[in-house]
């Protein structure tokens, strides 16, 4: 081989060795340029996705938003209807006794003007006993019960000892007499009963 003909085929080497080159540079261009738009276009649509997810969580806090302001709005006029309602019961809650004691007091009236002309003691004490009957009934339609310890041992928890006295036959540590009656509303004590114990 000659001179020429190496020179020659160096030629044909570096030539194709820069063609090679060259289209390895546009094999790259081309990556280059599709992958420059393929991002762009994946943004563009990753862009739209994210609107539309924005929107839906726009509405959808819009949603909570009027529901919060809704149960507020009910929280608050639970409040104040439960406070009228707790006002009323304080205001009102003795309507029904007071009902009750009514045609009570009327009776008692009735008798005073009763006794001013009654000329027979008998009927103003049949008058009386039907009173305290009816308030009695009164008394039990809200659960007030009398406390009557006539000869019951003496319970400090119910009764008051007004005094102490020794009496013949008289047990010990036992209610005598009886004062003043005592009275428990639903098995709470309102009064005790005011008592004498004997010794």
Do not use: C, W
């Not at 280059?32 to 929107?55: R, S, V, W």
């Not at 006794?97 to 005073?112: A, C, H, Q, Y």
């Not at 009764?159 to 007499?177: F, K, R």
């Amino acid at each position: 081989m000659t001179a020429q003909e190496n020179e020659n085929a160096q030629n044909e080497i570096n030539n194709d060795a820069e063609q090679e080159v060259e289209t390895l540079e546009e094999l790259n261009d081309v990556v280059d340029i599709e992958g420059e738009l393929e991002p762009a276009e994946q943004a563009d649509t990753d862009i739209e996705f994210l609107k539309k997810q924005l929107e839906k969580e726009k509405e959808l806090s819009q949603t909570n938003k009027d529901l919060a302001l809704r149960a507020q709005a009910e929280m608050d006029n639970l409040r104040k209807r439960t406070g009228r309602d707790v006002e009323n019961a304080h205001k009102y809650a003795l309507e029904k006794f007071v009902n009750e004691l009514l045609p009570i007091m009327d009776s008692l009236e009735l008798g005073i003007s009763a006794a001013e002309s009654a000329e027979n003691i008998d009927d103003l004490r049949e008058g009386m006993d039907l009173t305290v009957k009816m308030f009695n009934t009164a008394m039990d339609k809200f659960n007030v019960k009398a406390i009557d310890p006539q000869g019951e041992k003496f319970n400090p928890e119910q009764h008051e000892a007004v005094s102490m006295q020794e009496i013949e036959g008289a047990e010990s540590g036992h209610v005598v007499t009886v004062m003043q009656k005592g009275y428990e509303l639903n098995g709470r004590l309102v009064r005790p009963a005011m008592v004498v114990v004997a010794k």
